[in-house]
């Protein structure tokens, strides 16, 4: 099974990562979730779906690829290689305790995205050699999705900026109050921002999709 399409580092400007419990709070379905985000101009989508059962997910993930490719949108799916192998995803986000990033790269093969998630400067050089695509940093503010996560900061993700050969896209607690002022850091492979909570617990996930992106494409245009 071949990848869906080519990896651009610029597909991670705007990062919509899915979460359960928000859906069904606000009465979506996955599909429903990635459809908005897309209408609404996110650049690339990551399925992350802690608490459904393996079988519902695997049935949604195989929609939303439907949904993402003929958006020509990429679609990860966080932490199961199992269900990406099967819907044929476009790839994989893993963490640092899930499976490592080189024995995912000899599972999914050359072409498909691997994006891992990194806090040091150790963890983005050592992602690099493993064979990751991107990797994702934070998080950078704080975050009520991952509550015993250490917040990084600015320095924080100026470091391992300044660390990783890969293309980066921040996350954690990030929304339109303070998205642009993490492009505004101006690091050349800070490539975009991952947002969670800023899109998915609101009533309207296009619009504030779409609410995100304006911010993010006029941070970039006075670049």
Known sequence: ????????PDDLFLYAVTDSVMNKKWGRSIKDAVKAAIEGGA???QLREKDANTREFLEAAKACVEICKSSGVPLLINDRIDVALVCNANGVHVGQSDMPVWEVR??????KIIGVSCKTPAQAEQAWKDGANY??????????????????????????????????????????????????????????VAVVSALFDRECVATETRNLRSILKNVCSRS
Do not use: D
Request: net charge positive; aromatic share 6%; proline share 7%.
């Open 135 to 192: 990797i994702g940093c934070g998080g950078v503010f704080p975050t009520s999705t991952k509550e015993n996560n250490p917040t990084l900061g600015f320095e924080g993700l100026r470091a391992v900026c300044l660390a990783s050969k890969l293309p980066v896209v921040a996350i954690g607690g990030i929304n339109a109050g303070n998205a642009g002022s993490v492009m505004e850091l101006g690091f050349p492979n800070l490539k975009g």
């Open 1 to 8: 099974m071949g990848s869906l399409q080519k990896f651009n």
């Open 43 to 45: 650049t690339i989508v």
């Open 106 to 111: 000899e599972l999914l093969g050359p072409g």
